[in-house]
């Protein structure tokens, strides 16, 4: 699996892949941890309604999700490759043509 996303994504280091997986991991969890500060600053807790929760989900996660992955992908150095993917990402989200 780890070979056919290395050819997908045209690397050619198992190093270069192991940085990228771990900018992958890196960002999604700094997300939740960015999340649950918003979240407490809003005063949304266990007890809020989900039909307040999940548009504050979306509304926070993705794009916090997106500022922290070109982040961390530029101080592991590998601006390139997460601009590249960042903009596949945000043209299936139709924010970009």
């Known amino acids: 699996m780890l070979e056919k996303l290395k050819k997908k994504w045209e690397i050619n280091s198992d190093f270069r892949m192991i940085v990228i997986l771990f900018v ?9 941890f960015f999340r ?24 926070i996660i993705i794009p916090s999700y997106q500022i922290l992955f070109l982040f961390i992908g530029t101080l592991f150095g590998q601006f390139k490759f997460v601009r590249k993917f960042e903009k596949k990402m945000l043209a299936r989200f139709k924010f970009k043509k």
């Open 24 to 32: 992958f991991a890196l960002s999604g969890s700094s997300t939740l």
């Open 36 to 59: 649950k500060g918003i979240f407490h600053l809003l005063g949304v807790t266990t007890e809020t309604s989900l039909l307040i929760k999940i548009p504050l989900y979306i509304l």
